[in-house]
C-alpha cells in the first residue's frame, strides 16, 4: 500500500513538475518573441517616421521653390516653339541675373502638346507644378540640389543647408507608427545617457543630403524587460495562478493520500488490537462451556465456570457498549438542549468510576466553582466526555494515580482542567491524539488497553457544543487537558 502511494505521489510529482516547466518554457519563448518583436518594429518604425518626416521637409522646399518660380520679380518663364520638332519649350531664367553670361535652363515636357509661341498662365501653372514635383522632388530624394539658374541654386541651397529634422513632427509620427505596431509605452529621442537597463534603437540618418552628411536621431526606450511585463502581464497572472493552482491540487491530494494511507494504518491497529480484545474472552467462555458440556462436573464447579462464562460476557458487553459510546456523537437537535450545572455533571463523572478509582486507590482532587456553572447542552454525551478524559488519565498513571480536577470561569466561559500524573503526552502528538484512531506509540499496543476513539469522542462533542479542548505537559509528569464549554 505504501509503495503504491509512493509510487502515485513520484507520479503527480513528475506531472505537476512538467506542467509547471511546460509553462515556464512558453514564457520564456513567448519573452524572448515579445522582446525580438518590440526591438525590431521600434527600429523599423523610426525608419519610416524619419522617410515620412524627410519628406514633409522636401514637400516644404519644393513649394517654396515652386513660390520661387511663380514670383515674376524674381524668375523670368517664357517658351516657344523655335525648334526642329515644333514643341513647346520653356526657358526659365533669373529676372536679374547673378552672372552676365547666365542663359537660364530650358526644357520641354512630353505631357504638354500644345504648342505655344508665347507663355500661357495655364501653361505657367503646368510648368511649375512639373518642375517641382518631378524634376526638384526627384533631385532632393538624391540627396543634392541643381542649379538651374545661379539664383534658383542659390536660394534652393541655403533653404537646403538650414532644413533640419523636426523633433516635434518627428515624435508625432514615430508615436502613430508605434501605436499602429501595438507599442504604447514612452520613449525619448537623442537622450544624452542611456541606461543600462534602458534600449535604444538603432541611429538613423536624418540628413537631406544624405549619405553625404549625418544627423543621427535615436529613441530611447525602458527595459524591454519592462515593457514586457506590462505588456504580457496578464498571462504571467494566469500562468503564475495555474502554476498556483497546480501546486495547491497537488499538495492536497499529496496530504489527502498520506492522511488515508494513516488512517488505514490506524484502522489496521485498532481492528488487530480490538480482534485481541475480543478474542481474549470469546476463547474462555468456549473453553469453559466445551468443559461444561464434556465433563460432568459437581455443582459446585459448574457455579464456578458458570461464574468464568457471566463474567467474560459481562466483558464482552462493556467492550462493546464502551466502543459504541465513544464512537456514536450526539445527534439531537440543539433545540433540545437543556441548561446544565457542569459541577453536577462533573460530580456524577467521577461517581460513575468509583469502583475504577477505589480498585486502582487514585487520588482525585476535585474543585468545583463556587457557584452553579450553566452551559447548553446535552447531558449524556458530556458525562461520557468527562468519564473518557479520566479513564484516560486512570489507563495511564502509575498504581496510586492522581487527578486533580478544577473548574474556573472567565470571559464568559468555564474551564475545565484535569491534571494527573501519568507518563505524559510528547510534544509533538499534542494535536494528533485528538485524530480518529490514534493512538500514542508505545511499543506493544495491548500493554494499555484503547482503541484510539476516546479523545476523537471528546473533541467531536466539544466542539458540538461550541467549546475548545487542548492539551499541554504537566510538570514534572503527566498531562494536563482542558475543555473550555460557553457559559449561559
Not at 516653339?81 to 542663359?103: C, L, M, Q
Not at 541651397?157 to 538650414?162: I, L, Q
Not at 464434556?294 to 459446585?300: D, I, L, Q, S, V
Request: net charge positive; proline share 3%; hydrophobic share 40%.
Amino acid at each position: 500500500m505504501k509503495k503504491h502511494i509512493n509510487l502515485i505521489l513520484v507520479l503527480m510529482a513528475l506531472c505537476v513538475a512538467g506542467i509547471i516547466g511546460l509553462q515556464l518554457f512558453w514564457n520564456y519563448q513567448n519573452y524572448k518573441s515579445t522582446v525580438d518583436t518590440f526591438q525590431r518594429d521600434s527600429n523599423e518604425a523610426l525608419n519610416t517616421a524619419v522617410d515620412q518626416e524627410m519628406a514633409q521637409r522636401h514637400q516644404q522646399l519644393v513649394n517654396r521653390f515652386k513660390g520661387w518660380l511663380a514670383d515674376t520679380s524674381f524668375i523670368t518663364i517664357t517658351c516657344d516653339t523655335n525648334n526642329r520638332e515644333g514643341n513647346t519649350v520653356f526657358h526659365i531664367k533669373d529676372r536679374y541675373p547673378k552672372y552676365a553670361d547666365s542663359k537660364g535652363f530650358s526644357f520641354g515636357i512630353s505631357d504638354f502638346k500644345e504648342k505655344l509661341p508665347q507663355i500661357t498662365p495655364r501653361a505657367k501653372t503646368i510648368l511649375i507644378k512639373h518642375f517641382g514635383q518631378k524634376m526638384l522632388w526627384g533631385d532632393l530624394k538624391k540627396g543634392f540640389v541643381y542649379y538651374y539658374t545661379p539664383r534658383l541654386g542659390d536660394s534652393l541651397d541655403t533653404a537646403y543647408k538650414n532644413s533640419s529634422v523636426n523633433r516635434a513632427a518627428l515624435t508625432k509620427l514615430y508615436q502613430k507608427l508605434l501605436a499602429e505596431k501595438g507599442i504604447r509605452t514612452s520613449f525619448v529621442l537623442n537622450q544624452d545617457t542611456i541606461q543600462a537597463n534602458h534600449y535604444s534603437t538603432k541611429p538613423v540618418n536624418t540628413s537631406l543630403r544624405r549619405p553625404y552628411k549625418k544627423d543621427l536621431v535615436w529613441a530611447g526606450f525602458e527595459s524591454p524587460d519592462t515593457y514586457f511585463l506590462k505588456s504580457m502581464k496578464w498571462v504571467i497572472i494566469s500562468t503564475l495562478l495555474l502554476i498556483t493552482i497546480a501546486l495547491v491540487c497537488f499538495g492536497y491530494t499529496a496530504k489527502t493520500l498520506l492522511s488515508q494511507h494513516k488512517l488505514a494504518e490506524l484502522k489496521d491497529n485498532f481492528i488487530n488490537n480490538m480482534t485481541h480484545e475480543l478474542n481474549t474472552p470469546l476463547a474462555s467462555i468456549k473453553i469453559t462451556a466445551e468443559a461444561l458440556r464434556t465433563f460432568a462436573y459437581p455443582p459446585e464447579t459448574q457455579n464456578e465456570y458458570l461464574n468464568i462464562i457471566s463474567h467474560q460476557t459481562d466483558k464482552l458487553t462493556a467492550l462493546t457498549t464502551q466502543i459504541l459510546n465513544t464512537n456514536r456523537l450526539v445527534r439531537s437537535s440543539e433545540e433540545t438542549w437543556q441548561g446544565l450545572d457542569l459541577n453536577a455533571l462533573m460530580t456524577k463523572a467521577i461517581h460513575d468510576l468509583a469502583v475504577r478509582l477505589d480498585q486502582q486507590q487514585a487520588e482525585v482532587n476535585y474543585e468545583p466553582l463556587s457557584e452553579a456553572a450553566l452551559v447548553r447542552g446535552e447531558a449524556a454525551s458530556l458525562t461520557n466526555v468527562f468519564t473518557n478524559i479520566i479513564d484516560n488519565a486512570l489507563k495511564y498513571a502509575p498504581r496510586h494515580a492522581k487527578l486533580d480536577i478544577r473548574l474556573s470561569a472567565r470571559d464568559k466561559q468555564v474551564e475545565i482542567a484535569f491534571a494527573d500524573n501519568g507518563i505524559g503526552i510528547p510534544v509533538e502528538y499534542h494535536d494528533k491524539v485528538f485524530e480518529r484512531f490514534f493512538r500514542v506509540p508505545q511499543g506493544n499496543v495491548h500493554d494499555v488497553k484503547g482503541y484510539g476513539l476516546g479523545l476523537s469522542y471528546v473533541r467531536q462533542v466539544i466542539q458540538q457544543h461550541r467549546g475548545a479542548v487542548h492539551v499541554r505537559a504537566n510538570q514534572p509528569c503527566g498531562s494536563v487537558f482542558i475543555v473550555q464549554l460557553p457559559l449561559l
